[in-house]
Every structure is written in structure tokens, then in C-alpha cells.
């Protein structure tokens, strides 16, 4: 049985502040997160403050990007062994905002999901289509497509400690979350997907999350679906009540 995965991405909100007083509100229920990994993604900045705040509480922590080399020239990078030396035991890669703004593409996202696991990060994989994609019927092929590309070379042990997160481009902060049907089916293919290059036993393994407007009236349903194993939240993890709701809803 997968353990459920709940993870909050941040993006680009929350000043130190509000972002220890975010940590520092957040109920520390030892006995939930037993049952439930809940992973806090801030921007680099907080890292520090909201690590230092969720020590002992079974909260894990996580980043949101990363630059794939361990040290070096290059600007305004961070890298895999400073987000180890910050606690970090996650990050997310491969987002669509960093797809589509900063134009990274499906080989630079396999370097750092290499980079990352060499330094004992668990990436979290995004992958999903636009919303004229989904109309053109293409929804499966794009998502092949970024897997077979971001998991170039991986081998099978390695491609088991991924977290995958199937996020619609089209649900993502439009307040319009995939059904959880939907949502289901996609996720559903994905797991075949990884069936076939890996082996059924691998993709059992591997937990696959939904994220796109995930609200705290809408993971009860989602949670029941069979392949979904959780959810990345982004405008519903800014705050404590909404995000810690959700985090009991995902409780089976
Ligand atoms: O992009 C997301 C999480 O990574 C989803 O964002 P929203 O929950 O705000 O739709």
C-alpha cells in the first residue's frame, strides 16, 4: 500500500515572516504524518526558517528547484548538496511554470532528477498538458512524452524513489481541478506507462499525485481514486486551515 504524499508548493509567496509564522502555526500532528507525508515546499529563501521550524514535527521539507551540478560558476543557482545542508529531502522539478516561463525542456529536467537523486533528494516529476493539448486528444502522448524524456538513462531502482505529479497546465490556479474521474484516467495511464518500461512491480512503487486547484473540498473524492496517492497544492497551501484540511482529507 503507498503511503499517501501531500506536498505544498509555495511558488513565489511569503516573506521570512510569514513564512515562520506559516511553520510555526502548523498543527504538529506526529500521529497524522505517520500516515500521511506532508512535505512544505518554500522558496529558497525560507528554507532555512521553515527547516528549523518543522524540526520534530514529521513535516518534511522540500525545494523547488535546483541547478544539477554540486558546486560552481553559475549566477543565482542553487545546488543539490545546499538543499541537502538545509534539510530539504524533496524537490519539485520539472513544474510547467519553469516548462513554459523558463523554458526548461524535458533533457535539462533528466539532469536534474540525476543530480538529485546522486545527492539523496526525492525529485518531485510534474508532468501534464495545455489545455488546447487535452482538446486535441493529446493528453497521453505529451505525458509519455516528458516521462520517456525526463527519465532518460534512469534505471529502474532509481526511477522507483520518484514522486510523479500529474498536473493539467489547464487546472493550474484557474480554480477548475480536473474531475477526479479525469484525473484518475490520466494518472492510470501514467502508472501503465511506467509498468511497461519498468516493470509492474516498479510502477506499484511509485506514488503518483494530482495537482491543479486542489481545494480542500476536492481531496475527499480525489482520494479515492485507486492510482492517486496524493496531491501537490499550490494557491490552497498558502494557508494553515486550508492546507491542514486538505492533509486530514488525504487520510484513508
Ligand atoms: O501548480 C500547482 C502546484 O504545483 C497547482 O497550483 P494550484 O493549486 O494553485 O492550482
Not at 499517501?4 to 500532528?29: C, D, G, S, V
Not at 516561463?101 to 495545455?130: M, R, W
Not at 514522486?163 to 484518475?184: K, L
Amino acid at each position: 500500500m503507498r503511503k499517501p504524499i501531500i506536498a505544498a508548493n509555495w511558488k513565489m509567496h511569503k516573506t521570512l515572516r510569514e513564512a515562520e509564522n506559516f511553520a510555526a502555526q502548523f498543527p504538529a500532528e506526529q500521529d497524522l504524518y505517520q500516515q500521511v507525508d506532508v512535505v512544505i515546499c518554500p522558496p529558497f529563501t525560507a528554507l532555512q526558517v521553515v527547516g528549523e521550524a518543522l524540526r520534530g514535527t514529521g513535516l518534511k521539507l522540500g525545494a523547488q528547484n535546483l541547478y544539477p551540478r554540486d558546486q560552481g560558476a553559475f549566477t543565482g543557482e542553487i545546488s543539490p548538496l545546499m538543499l541537502k545542508d538545509l534539510g530539504c529531502s524533496y524537490v519539485i522539478l520539472g513544474h510547467s511554470e519553469r516548462r513554459q516561463i523558463l523554458q526548461e525542456d524535458n533533457k535539462f529536467i533528466n539532469e536534474k532528477i540525476k543530480s538529485a537523486l546522486k545527492h539523496g533528494l526525492t525529485p518531485i516529476l510534474c508532468v501534464g498538458e495545455t489545455l488546447k493539448e487535452r482538446k486535441e486528444g493529446q493528453t497521453e502522448t505529451i505525458c509519455g512524452n516528458q516521462l520517456l524524456g525526463c527519465l532518460a538513462d534512469l534505471e529502474k531502482e532509481d526511477v522507483s524513489k520518484l514522486v510523479i505529479a500529474y498536473e493539467p497546465i489547464w487546472a493550474i490556479g484557474t480554480g477548475v481541478n480536473a474531475s477526479p474521474e479525469d484525473a484518475e484516467k490520466t494518472i492510470a495511464f501514467i502508472r501503465d506507462f511506467l509498468a511497461w518500461q519498468y516493470g509492474l512491480e516498479t510502477a506499484e512503487q511509485i506514488r503518483i499525485q494530482y495537482g491543479g486547484s486542489v481545494k480542500p473540498d476536492n481531496i475527499k473524492e480525489l482520494m479515492k481514486q485507486k492510482n492517486i496517492d496524493g496531491v501537490l497544492v499550490g494557491g490552497a497551501s498558502l494557508e494553515v486551515e486550508s492546507f491542514f484540511s486538505i492533509v486530514q482529507g488525504a487520510v484513508r
